[in-house]
Every structure is written in structure tokens, then in C-alpha cells.
């Protein structure tokens, strides 16, 4: 001891190294007290008593010692919290771990069905406390483990799913809170039933399923992906069923967490300054909500609405089905019928519906998988169980197919019986379809595509005329001109681009180039061979909205021109592809910007009024000033583009809608939007005006004043959004507290005064009480006196949201999810 006391204090360093090297066991002579620890071998992990967050209760747990960032991986008693620091670790001579408080209760321990001579206690440097006999240290005889019972954390070698012998099940439980480890709604579990597959749930709600391995990974896990930081495996044999992953470099800290709303996520550790980088979440968008669109429906985030039915089906309860409630699912249109030969409809880039109710072999082929589900009449769909290779094995499934959803990339076939005559119709339209590709010259073809696309317009054109006073986007709201020819060939004069010379500038449209996804697809950078960067979109096939949309666009934005808006170079449609080519914007969207902690320390506030004002005028273009009258629909700030100098430009003119001059307002049952941004009387009625658009720039400019979302928008102190945040603020005459923290050094307070009561004037319930925005132009560029704003129009909008979407949300409290959604207005 006194030796010790002398190395301790002549050198530090070699004291920390003795200590954490000696002590990573416990054996039946020691013990642990509050303020102890035990710390792993290599000094990657410590065990001891700690207190999360603000609570001030105690737990025993394990946490990451090297990174010091206080991140628990293992908490042992997370039900029974020590209230003192009392608490006391010991190991039993029968080789239990028992930790008892102050009385003498054992509050929590370890048991074991077996009892050793000398067991001993071990924290491993892969953060899993074992105990074991003193001289056998194989996994394989480890009297306990806490890797057998995880909490939220999911660590590299723990196995997670379930022992068919001994039915130890170790799955993920959510915490309550980050400042409360005991159990909570979520968890992540195996469901051996059927083909196996992991099911989150929220409480017996399943909420997310990842689908079943299929040789690569789950089928609903598409960004699972082979990576520089761990290989995974799934075992699946008579003994067990399991998942697990790997470190390749063992000095990568990386964990999967089941966080306390439920959404499962994978940390890398990067470096004290940058932290955890998320890495990858199971759930991606709301098509991986589980059932969203019911039985026998399919979700495509690319499309609005998202939810449509199998080919051949058609909703069952129509009426819920055009208000957005798809639980209900689709029935088929025709029959089956079992005797008379039954065929099947190949749905390739899918995620397999839920297995639970399903049947495998793994060394059946697909011809073989192909029969036996046609022999069996409950049989409704097959598929191979594993992908590799050209794929093997066999799924079949019976009763309802539930929670079907499109992937762009990595989705698997799955094959859906059909009666043989509604077969028919939807092969003969894909082999006519192949004839065309085939035999028709490939220039060819992208002409007649392009006088069908003319053809289409034309008569949507005449047709909507006839219906609607407000039409879609088109050449020439002016009826006179409205009868020439003329306007149809100028909708054309944008110049046409060559698939292959886009495909060259887009490097095949590689990954790399990859800026993002767009409504309506994936967006690409590119650069032509004169050297002129490019951002092309292009259309995902058969994304039916998406068509309208592109449409539209090409037909709006041609006709623009303005320094606040984005300028569309040209378009492409060719082979099936349609794509739009802008200019590029080096320094991508405003949220990109002013809701990321680093990049908003870039935009000052003079900068930021620069953009305010940029908005302000290409919207006040749009509204009065252009050819077309347009109205937006979308403005938001994923809309907002910014040049090299950051020159704000408004950019996807998907959803606008161009107006006469005498018109002040249309109404529309097809609801397109982003939550957070939509006029109460747009979301409630489908009512829009040039005064939706001034409530979106309204909620546009507190976001880039307070850099915070207005939808997903928390407040420790009440649960209002950002609007009523502000307004709040706004009648405490405590307006300027709304400022963004990094721009407060930069900010002149009267011109955020301003912005901010100008943005709160553009929010108003009633869109009479909203100013134009030539108003709203004069108003930002003076320090004129304004009128008094009442309260904002936002309590309707968000009970709106919650009874059309009960999404919204679903992954956090503090969603910031700004997908433009498209639903029935409830009318
Ligand atoms: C601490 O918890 C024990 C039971 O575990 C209880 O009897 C005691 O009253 C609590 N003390 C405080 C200060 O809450
Ligand atoms: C708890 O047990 C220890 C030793 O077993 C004993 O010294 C102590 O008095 C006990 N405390 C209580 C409150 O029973
Ligand atoms: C471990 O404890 C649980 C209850 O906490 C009990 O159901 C189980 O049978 C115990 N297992 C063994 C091996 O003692
Ligand atoms: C460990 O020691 C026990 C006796 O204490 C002995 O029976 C056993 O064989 C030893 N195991 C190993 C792996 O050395
Ligand atoms: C593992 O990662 C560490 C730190 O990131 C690095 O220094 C080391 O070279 C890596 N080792 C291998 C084999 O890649
Ligand atoms: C799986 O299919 C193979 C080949 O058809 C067959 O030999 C085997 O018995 C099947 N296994 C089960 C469990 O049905
Ligand atoms: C099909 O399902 C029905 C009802 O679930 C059942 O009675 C019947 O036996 C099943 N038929 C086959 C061939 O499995």
C-alpha cells in the first residue's frame, strides 16, 4: 500500500495506467461504493454509480471512459433507482452481482442457473461485464453477461435477438428520458414468427418493422450498407436467431440506440469538438411508419400522397382514402380465382410486406418457390429469402400483404398473385412498352415522348380551362392569347438538353454527385463540358405526381426571370427520363444555413436581411410583376437557394399555381405543402391566395431570424411553436430574444425588430389581416411605423395537423421532417 502511495504521487501518469490496469474485476472479497469505479482493461469503459442528466437519483452503469462524454451504455438497476449515494456493488459466493442500498436490500442482481468455485467479476474493454470463473475466461462459459441484457445500447459483438435453446431474448428497450434510464415505451425485438424480421414498437403498437434479412440486410433497412466502420451479420439457424455487428478498426467508438422517442440510430464517435456523428437511422421518412397505406398498399415518398394501392387494388374505404386516412387499405378489383390458374405481378425495388404470417425454405429456388405458393390458395405473394447471387430460397406469405413501401435503391422483388385476367392487362401494357423501347429508334422515341408530352398539356390545358378558374401553370393567363398556337411553341423554347450529355456531366449520375432528393426525385450536380456547373433533377419513373410537377415547373419557370429566382438552363426527356437542369447554386439551400450550429455562424445578420429581403422581392415578382401572376405554394427554406454571394433564389415551382389579374383567391381539394409553412385557411380549406404565400414568408423570416424550425420548434418553458414563441416574446415587448445566438454580435436590433414584427404581421389568422408584399417590401426597406399584429394563425393550423397527419411527429416530439405533403382538404 505504501508503495502504492509513493508510485501514486512521483508519477501520475504511471498511477493512472497501474490503476485502471489493475482494477477492471471484482472478486467475492471486494466491493464497489458510490464513487468507485471499475475500469476495462484497455480503458474503454468504466463501471460505477452515476446520475443521469439533471436527476439526481444514482444507478449503477456502464459508460465509455476513453471519450469522457459521459454516455451510458449499460445502466443495471434502471427501474429501481438508488435515491443516496448509499449504493453498494458486491459479488456473492455463488457468483451473483448484487447491489444493495442502505438498508441491506438488494435492489437489483445478477443470477445465474450455475455457481463456480471462485467466480470473479470482469468489466471487457468491449464494454460488457462478465462474470466468470476465476481461471476460465471462454465467452462461452461465462456464468452472466451484461451483453445478454441490453438497455437502449446496441454495442459491436452483443447479440441481439433470440436463443432458441435456453430463450434468453435480448432486445432494446428505450430510456424514459435522457435524464431517466428506466424502461421505457420502445423497443426493438426480434419476432421469430414466420421468416424472422425485427419489429419496433411503442408499447404493443408495432411502430417501424426493419423486414427480414435477406442475405445483405433487412429488407427495410436499404441504407444498411457495407461501410468503413463495421461488417454485421444475422445468424439464423436451429439454435438461434441473431444480429450483430462488428468493429474493423477497434479504436472506432461506434453504438445503436434506441433513443426515448423510439428511433433507432447508429453514433460514430468522431472527436471531442464534433461528438457523435449520426451515422445512419432505421427509419427514414414516413413510409417506414409500419402500415401506413394498409393492406395491399404501397408507400412512395416520392409520390403525393405517398400511399397508393397494388396494382389492381383499389382502396377499400375511398372516401377515408382521399383524406388521407389509408389504414384502411386496398381490396383487389377482381377476384381471385384459385382454380383457374392464378398468375403473379412482379414488384421489384420493395421492401417484403410483414412476415409473421409467413413460410421459408432457404434452399427452394424461385420456380419452386413459384409453385408451391401457386398450389396453396391462401398463398398471396412469394419472394426469395436471400438476394445474393441471384437470389435463393423461398417466402411465402398468406392473408394480407401489410407494409409493402418503394425504395429508390436496394429493395428486393416480391412476386403478389393476381387473378389471371386483371394479369393480363398490366403484362400486355409492359411488353408493349418493351416493344416501344426496342423498336423505335432511341431519338425517336424521345420525340414522340416529347409531342405526347405537348399533346398532354394541350388537352390538360383546354380541359382545366373549362373546370377551373385558377389552371395549372401555363403560357399566357391572358384568354386572348390564350387561343394561339403561339404560346404553346414559346412554352418550348427552353433549351432541350441530350440524356448522354446530362449523364456525362452528372458522371453517370453518380453517388458522388448526388446533391440530395428533391420532391419529386433525386438531385444531381454536373458539369458541362464548357465547364458550366449544373444542378439537374431528374424525375424518378413512375412518380405520377411527379410528372404534373415537372410539368409545371418547366412551363412556370421558363417564363421567369428574375434575380431572386433560380433560372432553369433547360430540360431533357429522353428515353423515360424527364430532368430539369439549373444553374448551379454553389452554396445549396438556406436551411442547409440558418438551422445548423456551425454553417449559421456564416450568415450575419447583415447577410441574413440581405436574404430577407431577396425573398421579399422574388416574391413580390412573382405575385405582381411577372408575365404569369404566380403563386408559390411551397416557399420554404429547402426552397431557398443561395448563390456564391448569397443571393437568396426561390427555386421548385412544383406545386405553383398561376392567377388572373382579377382573381384574389382559388380554392383546391389537393392540399400540396410543407407542415410548418402552410396558411391556416390553405391547410383547413384549400384555400390559397397570394396571402398563403405572405404567411409562409412570414413563418420564413422568424426561422432565419430565431435559426430555429418553426415546426419542430421546443421550448422547455411551454409547447408553443415557433410562431406563438415569437409572440410571446413579441407582448412581453421581449421581441429581440428571439435572435439566433450566433448573429447576436452582428445584429442591428432595430432591423430585427423590424423583420420580426413584419414576419409576425404576415402570420395572421386572417388573411385580410396579412400585408401584400409590396407592402412588406416597403415595410423591411423603412423603419416606417406598423400596425399592431394580433395573434398568429397558427393554434388552427396545428390541430389541423395533428387530426390530417398523426405523423407528424412520430419520431420526435421535435419533428423536422419538411417534406411538401399533398392531402384532401377536410371540407
Ligand atoms: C430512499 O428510498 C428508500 C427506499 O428505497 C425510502 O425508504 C427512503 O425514504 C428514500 N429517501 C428519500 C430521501 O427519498
Ligand atoms: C449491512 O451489512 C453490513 C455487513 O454485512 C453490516 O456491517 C451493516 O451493519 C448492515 N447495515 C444494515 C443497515 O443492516
Ligand atoms: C433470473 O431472475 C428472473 C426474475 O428476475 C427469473 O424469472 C429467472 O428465473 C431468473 N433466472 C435464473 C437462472 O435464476
Ligand atoms: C479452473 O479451476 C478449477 C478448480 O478450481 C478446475 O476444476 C478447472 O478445471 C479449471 N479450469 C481451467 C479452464 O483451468
Ligand atoms: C484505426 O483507427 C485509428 C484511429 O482512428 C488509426 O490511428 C489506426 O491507424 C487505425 N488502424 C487501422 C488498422 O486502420
Ligand atoms: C425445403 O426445400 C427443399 C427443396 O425443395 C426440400 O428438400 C426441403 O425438405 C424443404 N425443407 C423444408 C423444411 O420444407
Ligand atoms: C386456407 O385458410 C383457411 C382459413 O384460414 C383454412 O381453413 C384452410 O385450411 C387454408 N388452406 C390451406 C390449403 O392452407
Request: glycine share 8%; with cysteine.
Amino acid at each position: 500500500m505504501g508503495g502504492f502511495t509513493i508510485l501514486f504521487f512521483s508519477s501520475t501518469l504511471l498511477s493512472i495506467f497501474i490503476t485502471s490496469a489493475a482494477v477492471d474485476t471484482i472478486t467475492q472479497a471486494q466491493s464497489i461504493d458510490d464513487g468507485e469505479t471499475i475500469v476495462s482493461a484497455g480503458g474503454d469503459f468504466e463501471l460505477g454509480f452515476f446520475s443521469p442528466g439533471s436527476s439526481e437519483n444514482r444507478y449503477l452503469g456502464i459508460w465509455y471512459k476513453k471519450i469522457s462524454t459521459g454516455t451510458v451504455v449499460w445502466v443495471a438497476d434502471r427501474d429501481v433507482p438508488l435515491n443516496d449515494s448509499s449504493g453498494i456493488l458486491k459479488l456473492d459466493e455463488r457468483g451473483t452481482l448484487v447491489l444493495l442500498n442502505k438498508a441491506n436490500m438488494t435492489i437489483w442482481s445478477s443470477n445465474s442457473s450455475r455457481s463456480v468455485q471462485s467466480p470473479v467479476a470482469q468489466l471487457l474493454d468491449t464494454g460488457n461485464l462478465v462474470v466468470r470463473n476465476e481461471n476460465d475466461s471462454d465467452p462461452e462459459n461465462f456464468l452472466w453477461q451484461s451483453f445478454d441484457y441490453p438497455g437502449d445500447t446496441f454495442l459491436p459483438g452483443m447479440k441481439y435477438g433470440k436463443n432458441l435453446i435456453t430463450g434468453l431474448d435480448s432486445y432494446l428497450t428505450s430510456w424514459k428520458s435522457t435524464d431517466d434510464p428506466s424502461t421505457g415505451d420502445f423497443t426493438n425485438r426480434l419476432d421469430p414468427r414466420g421468416f424472422p424480421q425485427m419489429f419496433l414498437k411503442e408499447g404493443s403498437v408495432v411502430t417501424f418493422r426493419s423486414g427480414p434479412w435477406n442475405g445483405l440486410r433487412f429488407s427495410g433497412m436499404p441504407n444498411l450498407k457495407p461501410n468503413s466502420i463495421y461488417t454485421f451479420h444475422f445468424v439464423l439457424n436451429q439454435k438461434e436467431i441473431y444480429y450483430t455487428y462488428e468493429l474493423i478498426n477497434s479504436s472506432v467508438v461506434t453504438r445503436m440506440v434506441l433513443s426515448p422517442n423510439g428511433v433507432l440510430q447508429d453514433y460514430t464517435w468522431i472527436d471531442r469538438r464534433q461528438g457523435w456523428l449520426l451515422y445512419l437511422t432505421a427509419q427514414m421518412d414516413n413510409c417506414d411508419r409500419y402500415a401506413l397505406c394498409g393492406a395491399y398498399g404501397s408507400c412512395d415518398i416520392n409520390n403525393s400522397p405517398a400511399c397508393g394501392c397494388l396494382k389492381g387494388f383499389v382502396p377499400k374505404h375511398p372516401n377515408d382514402w382521399n383524406v388521407a386516412d389509408w389504414s384502411g387499405g386496398c381490396v383487389r378489383r377482381t377476384r381471385l380465382n384459385c382454380q383457374n390458374g392464378d398468375g403473379f405481378l412482379k414488384y421489384p425495388g420493395v421492401k417484403l410486406p410483414d412476415t409473421q404470417d409467413s413460410w421459408f425454405n432457404m434452399t427452394m429456388n424461385l420456380k419452386e418457390c413459384k409453385m408451391k405458393c401457386l398450389k396453396n390458395c391462401n398463398c398471396t405473394a412469394y419472394a426469395n429469402s436471400d438476394i445474393r447471387n441471384g437470389g435463393s430460397g423461398c417466402v411465402l406469405w398468406f392473408g394480407n400483404l401489410i407494409d409493402i413501401r418503394e425504395y429508390n435503391e436496394n429493395g428486393q422483388d416480391l412476386y403478389v398473385r393476381m387473378a389471371a385476367s386483371e394479369l393480363e392487362e398490366y403484362e400486355s401494357s409492359d411488353q408493349k412498352k418493351l416493344v416501344k423501347i426496342i423498336v423505335i429508334p432511341i431519338g425517336l422515341a424521345g420525340l414522340i415522348l416529347l409531342v405526347i408530352f405537348v399533346i398532354l398539356h394541350v388537352l390538360k390545358r383546354k380541359r382545366l380551362k373549362k373546370k377551373a378558374p385558377l389552371g395549372e401553370v401555363t403560357m399566357g393567363h391572358n384568354p386572348e392569347r390564350d387561343h394561339t398556337n403561339e404560346s404553346e411553341k414559346e412554352d418550348l423554347e427552353l433549351p432541350l438538353f441530350d440524356f448522354d450529355t446530362i449523364a456525362e456531366a452528372t458522371d453517370n449520375f453518380s453517388r458522388s454527385n448526388k446533391l440530395g432528393q428533391g420532391g419529386f426525385g433525386p438531385v444531381y450536380k454536373g458539369m458541362l463540358r464548357g465547364g458550366q456547373e449544373i444542378a439537374v433533377k431528374r424525375l424518378s419513373k413512375n412518380s405520377r405526381q411527379g410528372l404534373d410537377e415537372f410539368k409545371n415547373e418547366v412551363l412556370c419557370i421558363a417564363k421567369l426571370q428574375h434575380r431572386n429566382l433560380v433560372k432553369l438552363l433547360g430540360y431533357c426527356i429522353q428515353y423515360e427520363e424527364k430532368m430539369l437542369i439549373y444553374e448551379y447554386m454553389p452554396n445549396k439551400s438556406l436551411n442547409s444555413f440558418i438551422f445548423d450550429q456551425t454553417q449559421s455562424m456564416l450568415l450575419d445578420w447583415p447577410k441574413r436581411f440581405h436574404i430577407i429581403k431577396g425573398i421579399a422581392r422574388g416574391l413580390l415578382y412573382l405575385h405582381q410583376d411577372s408575365r404569369l401572376r404566380i403563386i408559390h405554394r411551397d416557399l420554404k427554406a429547402s426552397n431557398i437557394l443561395l448563390d456564391q454571394e448569397m443571393n437568396p433564389k426561390i427555386s421548385d415551382f412544383g406545386m405553383a399555381r398561376s392567377f388572373e389579374e382579377n382573381e384574389t383567391e382559388a380554392n383546391t381539394t389537393r392540399v400540396v405543402g410543407t407542415y410548418g409553412y402552410m396558411s391556416p385557411e390553405y391547410a383547413v380549406d384549400g384555400l390559397f391566395s397570394v396571402k398563403s404565400d405572405v404567411y409562409s414568408f412570414g413563418v420564413l423570416v422568424l426561422e432565419i431570424v430565431s435559426g430555429k424550425r418553426n415546426r419542430g420548434f421546443c421550448d422547455p418553458d411551454h409547447h408553443l411553436n415557433l410562431l406563438g414563441h415569437a409572440w410571446r416574446l413579441y407582448r412581453k415587448g421581449r421581441s429581440i430574444e428571439l435572435t439566433d445566438a450566433s448573429i447576436q454580435q452582428s445584429c442591428n436590433p432595430l432591423e430585427v425588430l423590424q423583420s420580426i414584427h413584419v414576419g409576425l404581421l404576415c402570420v395572421q389568422q386572417s388573411p385580410d389581416d396579412r400585408p401584400s408584399m409590396s407592402s412588406v417590401v416597403m415595410m423591411l426597406g423603412s423603419e416606417i411605423a406598423l400596425p399592431q399584429p394580433r395573434e398568429p394563425g397558427f393554434f388552427v393550423a396545428r390541430r389541423m395537423i395533428e387530426a390530417a397527419d398523426s405523423s407528424s411527429g412520430i419520431y420526435e416530439p421535435c419533428s423536422v421532417n419538411d417534406i411538401t405533403v399533398t392531402f384532401l382538404a377536410a371540407r
